[in-house]
């Protein structure tokens, strides 16, 4: 099949380089000027890091470089993809295209036409399937505050984290940060360097871990094993897991994060600065999880940084923020790092929104890639996980082998009602376990592995032994998972062969 993939980051070029392995031809567009998606260099903020340690965060057939950073930065993320591109052959004979906007794909009876823009000329271009891997941290969400048309018109600024890029710009300059979350926080510190003062609003204070819990464990040894997904209850649940959370080891868990708890609450100061969630430490793993920004314990002992706990901007104006509990800060810059809107890429049909979105806009998408009712599209990225380069390997491998329209290689789809149910059930069951907090269900943090042993066991594929066993107590090698598509491939070629025989 010809296959356009509309989206550029970790999740698009797997796919793409996972179809070109089944004998797919692709084409990628992307409207930025290079690849990266959420790490193009377009949505590089100051202070912008992973969160993942280089070994976790990566492809499984590409370690990164010896020479990166435990937490690369974004500009080293970036390179590492343009790496992955060149060693793939993404780029040759036309299949990647960068600084192209996809403005229209309709769908046709022999497949999809997308209109697409690049250097002032248009083109129309035919395609038999469609894949959005546009990501769910692609459209920035900046709340309408009161009076922001006349704050904007003195001089000031309003930017989303994503459109923040200069230190230059806010240098002695009173800066209100809008919220409490990684990019938050990591441009607040960021800020603190230079600005006149910082100010973080934050309508709720979640929990942060520290890259190095105590002092001592790295976080992943905590969050990125078996074990400790295992400490979270999924919708279908491991023995280990209805064992810690609904059977007898339960107190055990308990135990566990209370503890883990109590530790950070000490590491961070959080009684001191009056930053105790008022949530249980359990909801740390909900959509993401935040790490704690290196030298933000320091900038709030010092005063670089201050804290508007459980309020909210009411209203803006020239040089001015009033705040919900009535408190007026001097205003010169508003970052938002109040997250990502959810609604269908602009390009789909308008009316592919009721058939993608329920009423609460969650995704109705099965294993967060197909639509129930919607032939020749699919979407990737929508399992945002806590290695994403690693799941969207697996998803890729998942869905070209659905593409094979071969049942003994690959579980068959059920039917488009129950597969609907499927979807809704599962984003009813994230939107309730985490109060809402669930990225519109396009996140299966913290059940990264379940996802993942899920599309195997449909596969009819395991990772070995060793690595599995390794896995409850090391935080994931996405090495261990390399060979996983030559292992389908090869299957796939045999049984090939075998209906040659039978013909």
Same mark, same amino acid.
Not at 480 to 492: M, S
């Given at each position: 099949?010809? #296959?356009?993939?509309? *989206?550029?980051?970790?999740?698009?070029?797997?796919?793409?380089?996972?179809?070109?392995?089944?004998?797919?031809?692709?084409?990628?567009?992307?409207?930025?000027?290079?690849?990266?998606?959420?790490?193009?260099?377009?949505?590089?903020?100051?202070?912008?890091?992973?969160?993942?340690?280089?070994?976790?965060?990566?492809?499984?057939?590409?370690?990164?470089?010896?020479?990166?950073?435990?937490?690369?930065?974004?500009?080293?993320?970036?390179?590492?993809?343009?790496?992955?591109?060149?060693?793939?052959?993404?780029?040759?004979? *036309?299949?990647?295209?960068?600084?192209?906007?996809?403005?229209?794909?309709?769908?046709?009876?022999?497949?999809?036409?997308?209109?697409?823009?690049?250097?002032?000329?248009?083109?129309?271009?035919?395609?038999?399937?469609?894949?959005?891997?546009?990501?769910?941290?692609?459209?920035?969400?900046?709340?309408?505050?009161?009076?922001?048309?006349?704050?904007?018109?003195?001089?000031?600024? #309003?930017?989303?984290?994503?459109?923040?890029?200069?230190?230059?710009?806010?240098?002695?300059?009173? @800066? #209100? @940060?809008?919220?409490?979350?990684?990019?938050?926080?990591?441009?607040?510190?960021?800020? !603190?360097?230079?600005?006149?003062?910082?100010?973080?609003?934050?309508?709720?204070?979640?929990?942060?871990?520290?890259?190095?819990?105590?002092?001592?464990?790295?976080?992943?040894?905590?969050?990125?094993?078996?074990?400790?997904?295992?400490?979270?209850?999924?919708?279908?649940?491991?023995? !280990?897991?209805?064992?810690?959370?609904?059977?007898?080891?339960?107190?055990?868990?308990?135990?566990?994060?209370?503890?883990?708890?109590?530790?950070?609450?000490?590491?961070?100061?959080?009684?001191?600065?009056? /930053?105790?969630?008022?949530?249980?430490?359990?909801?740390?793993?909900?959509?993401?999880?935040?790490?704690?920004?290196?030298?933000?314990?320091?900038?709030?002992?010092?005063?670089?940084?201050?804290?508007?706990?459980?309020?909210?901007?009411?209203? /803006?104006?020239?040089?001015?923020?009033?705040? !919900?509990?009535?408190?007026?800060?001097?205003?010169?810059? @508003? #970052?938002?790092?109040?997250?990502?809107?959810?609604?269908?890429?602009?390009?789909?049909?308008?009316?592919?929104?009721?058939?993608?979105?329920?009423?609460?806009?969650?995704?109705?998408?099965?294993?967060?890639?197909?639509?129930?009712?919607?032939?020749?599209?699919?979407?990737?990225?929508?399992?945002?996980?806590?290695?994403?380069?690693?799941?969207?390997?697996?998803?890729?491998?998942?869905?070209?082998?659905?593409?094979?329209?071969?049942?003994?290689?690959?579980?068959?789809?059920?039917?488009?009602?129950?597969?609907?149910?499927?979807?809704?059930?599962?984003?009813?069951?994230?939107?309730?376990?985490?109060?809402?907090?669930?990225?519109?269900?396009?996140?299966?943090?913290?059940?990264?592995?379940?996802?993942?042993?899920?599309?195997?066991?449909?596969?009819?594929?395991?990772?070995?032994?060793?690595?599995?066993?390794?896995?409850?107590?090391?935080?994931?090698?996405?090495?261990?998972?390399?060979?996983?598509?030559?292992?389908?491939?090869?299957?796939?070629?045999?049984?090939?062969?075998?209906?040659?025989?039978?013909?």
């Amino acid at each position: 099949m010809h #296959i356009a993939i509309v *989206g550029a980051g970790y999740s698009g070029l797997a796919t793409a380089s996972t179809l070109l392995s089944f004998g797919h031809s692709v084409v990628i567009f992307d409207s930025s000027p290079d690849v990266g998606g959420v790490w193009s260099s377009i949505n590089h903020y100051p202070g912008l890091k992973a969160q993942n340690d280089k070994d976790t965060y990566c492809f499984s057939t590409l370690p990164m470089p010896k020479d990166y950073p435990t937490h690369p930065d974004g500009q080293q993320i970036q390179a590492y993809l343009e790496l992955y591109v060149k060693m793939q052959g993404l780029d040759k004979e *036309g299949g990647l295209r960068l600084n192209t906007k996809v403005i229209k794909a309709e769908r046709r009876p022999e497949g999809w036409v997308l209109e697409v823009h690049c250097n002032h000329s248009t083109q129309l271009l035919s395609f038999d399937y469609l894949i959005c891997a546009t990501g769910v941290f692609s459209q920035p969400f900046v709340p309408a505050f009161a009076g922001a048309e006349e704050f904007t018109q003195a001089g000031g600024i #309003i930017s989303h984290t994503s459109n923040f890029h200069r230190l230059v710009d806010i240098k002695d300059k009173d @800066v #209100i @940060v809008v919220g409490f979350g990684k990019s938050a926080c990591d441009t607040a510190v960021a800020a !603190s360097s230079c600005a006149q003062s910082v100010t973080i609003v934050a309508r709720n204070i979640i929990w942060k871990l520290p890259t190095y819990v105590g002092g001592v464990l790295h976080y992943s040894y905590l969050l990125l094993t078996r074990c400790g997904e295992a400490l979270f209850p999924y919708i279908r649940p491991w023995k !280990s897991q209805k064992f810690l959370n609904y059977g007898y080891g339960k107190p055990i868990r308990d135990v566990i994060l209370a503890l883990v708890g109590y530790i950070i609450s000490i590491q961070l100061k959080l009684v001191q600065f009056n /930053l105790v969630p008022n949530k249980p430490f359990e909801t740390l793993a909900r959509s993401s999880v935040s790490l704690a920004t290196p030298g933000i314990v320091k900038a709030f002992s010092t005063g670089k940084i201050k804290v508007e706990r459980g309020v909210t901007i009411t209203s /803006l104006s020239p040089g001015k923020a009033i705040l !919900s509990n009535g408190k007026e800060l001097s205003a010169d810059v @508003v #970052i938002c790092g109040t997250g990502w809107t959810h609604h269908a890429p602009d390009f789909l049909p308008k009316e592919y929104e009721k058939q993608l979105l329920d009423e609460n806009k969650d995704w109705i998408l099965y294993r967060h890639v197909f639509p129930t009712d919607i032939p020749g599209l699919a979407f990737m990225g929508y399992n945002s996980s806590v290695f994403c380069p690693l799941t969207a390997e697996m998803t890729a491998i998942w869905l070209a082998s659905h593409l094979e329209n071969d049942i003994r290689l690959i579980k068959p789809l059920p039917p488009v009602e129950e597969r609907r149910h499927v979807a809704e059930t599962e984003a009813a069951w994230h939107r309730k376990r985490t109060e809402g907090h669930h990225a519109n269900g396009t996140s299966i943090v913290p059940f990264s592995l379940s996802n993942i042993d899920e599309m195997l066991a449909d596969l009819k594929v395991k990772v070995g032994w060793s690595s599995y066993i390794r896995e409850w107590l090391l935080p994931v090698d996405p090495a261990a998972y390399r060979n996983i598509l030559p292992e389908v491939l090869r299957r796939r070629d045999n049984l090939r062969a075998e209906l040659k025989k039978t013909v």
